[in-house]
Nanobody, 121 residues
Framework: EVQLVESGGFLVQPGGSLRLSCAAS????????MSWVRQAPGKGLEWVSG????????SYADSVKGRFTISRDNAKNMLNLQMNSLKPEDTAVYYC??????????????RGQGTQVIVSS
C-alpha cells in the first residue's frame, strides 16, 4: 500500500522558514518523480515544486522560485521542501504527490494527507 505522510507544517511569521518532509512507503521511491502541491483556503490545488527520480532535476512555480528548495533522500525514502522568506500568501495545506513515472511531475496517482502551513504575524 502506497503511503505518503507529510510533516513539518506550523505557524510561522512572515519572513520565517519551515522545512516540510514527506515519508514515502509502499513503492520503489527512487524510481518516481515527486512533487509538492498546495491548497490555500478557498482555492484550488497549486503545483509548487517537482523533482525527478534521481534528484538531479528540479522545477518550481514562479510564486516560490528562489525561496523554496525541493530535495529528496532516496536512501531514506524522504521528500523535503525547504521554505524560506515565507509570505502570508504561502499559507496553505501542503501535500506531497507521487508521479506515474521518473521524470514527469504530472499526472500523479497518490497524494498524502497534507500538512498545514500558516504564515501570519
Amino acid at each position: 500500500e502506497v503511503q505518503l505522510v507529510e510533516s513539518g507544517g506550523f505557524l510561522v511569521q512572515p519572513g520565517g522558514s519551515l522545512r516540510l518532509s514527506c515519508a514515502a512507503s509502499g513503492f520503489t521511491f527512487s524510481t518516481y518523480a515527486m512533487s509538492w502541491v498546495r491548497q490555500a483556503p478557498g482555492k484550488g490545488l497549486e503545483w509548487v515544486s517537482g523533482i525527478n527520480s534521481g534528484g538531479g532535476i528540479t522545477s518550481y512555480a514562479d510564486s516560490v522560485k528562489g525561496r523554496f528548495t525541493i530535495s529528496r533522500d532516496n536512501a531514506k525514502n524522504m521528500l523535503n521542501l525547504q521554505m524560506n522568506s515565507l509570505k502570508p500568501e504561502d499559507t496553505a495545506v501542503y501535500y506531497c504527490t507521487k508521479s506515474v513515472d521518473s521524470s514527469s511531475y504530472y499526472p500523479t496517482d497518490y497524494r498524502g494527507q497534507g500538512t498545514q502551513v500558516i504564515v501570519s504575524s
